[in-house]
């Protein structure tokens, strides 16, 4: 027999607190643990923000207007999107610190590689916080790191397709205009030779 799910939200959306329960994890954690996992590629950090995503679920389940399951699920995909970007948004300022053990490269052997990724990736934190907007390192963050079309970031942000791409080069110039990163990159070739 299949779950009447539209039935269980009700029940969510007059207090059942069994139902909610149910309607989460049944119904929501198999649907947004995939689309968080897709986006993070990491499977534990998909497991806590799915976990997160549901706590806040919960915690603002009124703040939906329609009792359908399509709202829901869109409200819920929200939730999702935001977790994601800000999960990008903590990684992008300190993502030497986030790394894991397993994700970091080997350079033991070669210190000055080890020095050179962790002195670049300090210098590019400082030029997006210094050259972008905001709107720009949002955009950054889910066309670049989300991996998000263009056509997807539009129907998320409400921004024409054409609008999004301007704003993406334009952003993309500012980072290869930075005087820092022109001298690192510079100085980086010289060094292969």
């Not at 820092?180 to 100085?187: E, F, G, I, K, L």
Request: one cysteine or more.
């Amino acid at each position: 027999m299949e779950t009447d799910w539209q039935e269980v939200l009700n029940r969510a959306f007059d207090g059942d607190q069994q139902a909610l329960g149910a309607l989460c994890q049944e119904y929501l954690k198999p649907k947004i643990h995939p689309l968080i996992l897709q986006r993070v590629r990491h499977w534990q950090d998909a497991e806590d923000l799915t976990q997160q995503v549901i706590e806040k679920v919960v915690q603002h389940i009124s703040r939906i207007r329609q009792r359908s399951l399509r709202s829901f699920e869109a409200f819920v995909i929200v939730v999702a999107r935001n977790a994601c970007i800000e999960f990008w948004r903590k990684r992008a300022k300190n993502p030497v610190a986030q790394q894991s053990a397993s994700d970091a490269p080997d350079d033991r052997s070669r210190p000055d590689r080890a020095f050179e990724r962790d002195e670049l990736t300090e210098l590019l934190n400082t030029v997006i916080e210094e050259q972008l907007s905001e709107d720009e390192r949002e955009l950054l963050v889910m066309r670049i790191l989300l991996d998000w079309s263009f056509r997807k970031i539009e129907e998320q942000t409400g921004i024409s397709v054409s609008t999004l791409h301007a704003r993406y080069q334009r952003a993309l110039q500012k980072l290869g205009k930075a005087p820092d990163v022109a001298a690192y990159s510079t100085r980086r070739r010289r060094n292969r030779r």
